[in-house]
């Protein structure tokens, strides 16, 4: 783990307790139950991936200016990517320290928490964010220092997740994306696509290191199990059924509208 201490000043800790598997359960309790004693301001954010998706107007504020920041989580490139799609519109994202929880053991973590407290006679305060509940927050960050723009995850994804905008690709509709489904960034050619959640690590778990060679062997097998030899062609097919697809449901929801309408006018006749 990184060396944390820091200058000292006002000391505010953001924990994301994440919604997922990826972090060991049982940590994640105690490191919760832990932070409720520490000489800090913390902020628990019951799940960033969620909350940056559909709260990000409640994260407002959460880095105050002059404190001393600890973030708790997942990966920090995760992270990083996390809140600066969040908060860069409204604030610059400050200076902080991370402390990675992923693999860590609840010894590590406690020392490193202290280490950042130091002396402190704070007193300590304890406030939650939390997301909307019912949505797993499983969809794809992009990663824009690696991102080519080439759209070959847009026209591959079959949901409409991804749209192209000004020769850039946006996560458009993240809550359109299956949950556990890691497809689009398994053969994006440039390793550009995290799924923070992603149980089996690597770069598309949002990996700090990335080694090239190896992921640059695993996109190739992907690629040609998902696309064959002829990867342009296999992505046209895809883009059309995709747009089949969204045809459908677009169907689905008029047909549904109609009837509920229908219902209504029947039950006031009556």
Known sequence: MENISGPSGVKQIVFCKCGGERIDAALLRDVD????GVGAKVTRLSDLCGISAKRKD???????????????????????????QTLIQNNPLPEFRHLDLIDASFHEVAGKINEFCGDSKQINQ???????????SWYPLIDYSRCTSCGQCADFCLFGVYSKEDG???????????????????????????FPKYRHGGAIGGSDEID????????????????GNDIYEA?????????SIIK???????L???DMARNGSISNQE
């Open 33 to 36: 139950e832990y932070l409720t």
């Open 235 to 243: 992505l046209q097919r895809r883009k059309m059924k995709r747009q």
């Open 248 to 254: 459908d449901e677009a169907m689905k929801k008029a």
């Open 212 to 227: 090239e060679q190896a992921e640059h062997r695993r996109q190739a097998q992907d690629i040609e199990d998902f696309l």
């Open 58 to 84: 409640k994260l407002a504020g959460l880095f105050s200016e002059g404190s001393d920041f600890l973030v708790v989580g997942c990966h920090r490139r995760s992270m990083d990517i996390l809140f600066k």
């Open 256 to 258: 549904s509208e109609r």
């Open 168 to 194: 850039r690709v946006l996560v458009a509709n993240p809550e359109g994306c299956k949950n556990n489904c890691p497809a689009c960034a398994r053969i994006c050619p440039a390793t550009a696509l995290i």
């Open 126 to 136: 304890f406030a939650e964010i939390a997301e909307d509940p019912g949505w797993p």
